[in-house]
C-alpha cells in the first residue's frame, strides 16, 4: 500500500509510511545515490543500517544525508550527492 510520495530528481517516488528514503528508492529501481568524490564512482546502498555511507543524499537541500537512516516523508525532495558536494556540508 502506498501512503505518499517524495521527489528523487524531479521524480514522483511513492513510499510506505515507515520506510526510509532508500528503501522507497530502491523499490522504485534507483539504485546509484551518490558517486565518489575519486573517480566519479557510481555508488548505492550496500548495508542499510549506517556503517556504510555508501547511501549518502541531498535532501531538502541538505547534503550528506544517510538514505538508509532517514525516514521518508511526504514531499521531500531528494537529490544524488555529486562527487563536488563537501562531506563536512551536513
Ligand atoms: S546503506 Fe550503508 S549507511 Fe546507508
Same mark, same amino acid.
Given at each position: 500500500? #502506498?501512503?505518499? %510520495?517524495?521527489?528523487?530528481?524531479?521524480?514522483?517516488?511513492? %513510499? #510506505?509510511?515507515?520506510?526510509?528514503?532508500?528503501? &522507497?528508492?530502491?523499490? &522504485?529501481?534507483?539504485?546509484?545515490?551518490?558517486?565518489?568524490?575519486?573517480?566519479?564512482?557510481?555508488?548505492?546502498? %550496500?548495508?542499510?543500517?549506517?556503517?556504510?555511507?555508501?547511501? @549518502?543524499?541531498?535532501?531538502?537541500?541538505?547534503?550528506?544525508?544517510?538514505?538508509?537512516?532517514?525516514? &521518508?516523508?511526504?514531499?521531500?525532495?531528494?537529490?544524488?550527492?555529486?562527487?563536488?558536494? @563537501?562531506?563536512?556540508?551536513?
Amino acid at each position: 500500500m #502506498t501512503d505518499s %510520495f517524495l521527489y528523487f530528481e524531479g521524480k514522483k517516488i511513492p %513510499f #510506505t509510511q515507515g520506510m526510509s528514503v532508500a528503501a &522507497a528508492l530502491l523499490r &522504485a529501481g534507483e539504485v546509484v545515490f551518490r558517486e565518489t568524490q575519486v573517480g566519479k564512482k557510481p555508488r548505492g546502498p %550496500f548495508c542499510m543500517m549506517g556503517a556504510c555511507f555508501d547511501c @549518502l543524499l541531498v535532501i531538502d537541500g541538505r547534503p550528506n544525508r544517510q538514505g538508509c537512516m532517514t525516514p &521518508a516523508q511526504k514531499g521531500m525532495k531528494v537529490s544524488r550527492q555529486s562527487s563536488e558536494t @563537501l562531506l563536512g556540508d551536513g
